[in-house]
């Protein structure tokens, strides 16, 4: 059952694309899944998150604050400014650009964990940085909408503030106390958590795209040009980033890998909470799921044919500190 489970989940670029390739030619299969529903989604996949962390990783957090914080800073220094940047360059229509600055301004998403992984990069230090890059996209991404967004429409950024400590910071703290409180209960569910969180992204996205299937076709090599240099451009520098700081190869990957993806279900349920009269914002968010999976999980395959040594246990690397030199803990090699 765990292994049916895992491997349906790795398959999550596949699933996104799929529903949201079906959803464009049939839409009313996937648009019944809409307003609450969208919001209720994405909680549950934020409580999934919360179940995989221990009050120990804030504990690992203390102990290499430099990394943490490079990683932290590469994401919401690259990618918000990327998307601004991308949404000039290209003159989107103000809706657009401000779902491609929403997109942007978000935290890492989840599936970089499992991208992590593939790629043979750091598992249990691209956790730390989804969990750290969470938590402070509760004040950032508010305070990086209304800086970059305010100039296409008004940003109620207080407003943005309360969606994000509602749809973050509470069923992430929630999961977290069960695995400290109900260990039994997270150790039952925790086999299919993954595979709930990605279906929940796919109908999430593919209602969006279903919704708006007319107009996505219509503008298509715009739309998809723009998020396709948002997520290949945060890869790309985020792996500069890391590489001119020095840093051994997981970690540059692993930076990599959090910077180029977006936690796009969070800046969906924003976009529609926050830009009611702006049908056309949650569209990025939408076919940002589908391609940073899909750009992610090719990189990973490259990144794991060029590393010749054993793939690590997930498990290992979730449930045990990472083995570094103490000397030199951030650049040297293991």
């Known amino acids: 059952m765990l292994r049916i489970c895992n491997s349906l989940a790795n398959l999550f670029p596949v699933w996104v694309l799929l529903c949201s390739g079906l959803a464009l030619y049939f839409p009313p299969w996937f648009t019944w899944f809409t307003g609450p529903m969208i919001v209720w989604g994405l909680s549950i996949i ?8 221990t009050f120990d990783d804030f504990h690992r957090v203390a102990k290499m604050p430099r990394i943490i914080i490079a990683g932290t800073v590469a994401h919401f220094g690259i990618m918000p400014f990327l998307g601004w940047s991308i949404a000039h360059g290209l003159a989107l229509e103000p809706e657009l650009a ?8 978000c935290p890492c ?5 499992v991208v992590s992984y593939i790629a043979r990069a750091d598992v249990a230090l691209s956790v730390l940085l989804t969990m750290v ?3 402070t996209a509760v004040v950032m991404t508010p305070l990086l909408v209304k800086l970059l967004a305010g100039a296409y429409t008004p940003v109620d950024g207080w407003g943005i503030f309360l969606n994000t400590l509602q749809v973050i910071v509470m069923p992430v703290t929630a999961g977290l106390l069960l695995n400290r409180y109900a260990p039994r209960l997270v150790r039952t569910v925790s086999p299919v958590t993954p595979l709930v969180s990605v279906i929940f992204i796919a109908f999430i996205c593919a209602s969006i795209i279903g919704a708006n299937a007319d107009v996505i076709k219509s503008a298509a090599l715009k739309l998809f040009g723009a998020v396709a240099l948002l997520h290949v451009g945060g890869f790309g520098l985020g792996y500069v980033f890391a590489r001119v700081l020095g840093y051994r190869d997981a970690v540059v990957r692993t930076i990599a890998i959090e910077v180029g993806m977006q936690n796009s279900g969070l800046a969906t349920v924003l976009a529609k909470a926050n830009f009611a009269g702006m049908a056309l914002a949650p569209i990025p968010s939408a076919i940002s ?3 940073h999976s899909i750009i992610g999980s090719l990189l990973a395959g490259w990144w794991r044919l060029r590393t010749h040594r054993p ?3 997930m498990g290992h690397a979730f449930d045990t500190p990472m083995p570094v030199p103490a000397d030199c803990p951030d650049r040297c090699e293991p």
């Open 133 to 135: 890059s969470t938590f």
């Open 109 to 113: 998403g989840t599936a970089s964990n």
């Open 46 to 53: 934020m409580l999934g998150m919360g179940i995989t962390l």
């Open 98 to 105: 401000v779902g491609l600055i929403l997109v942007a301004c």
């Open 289 to 291: 799921a589908s391609f």
């Open 311 to 313: 793939l690590p246990s």
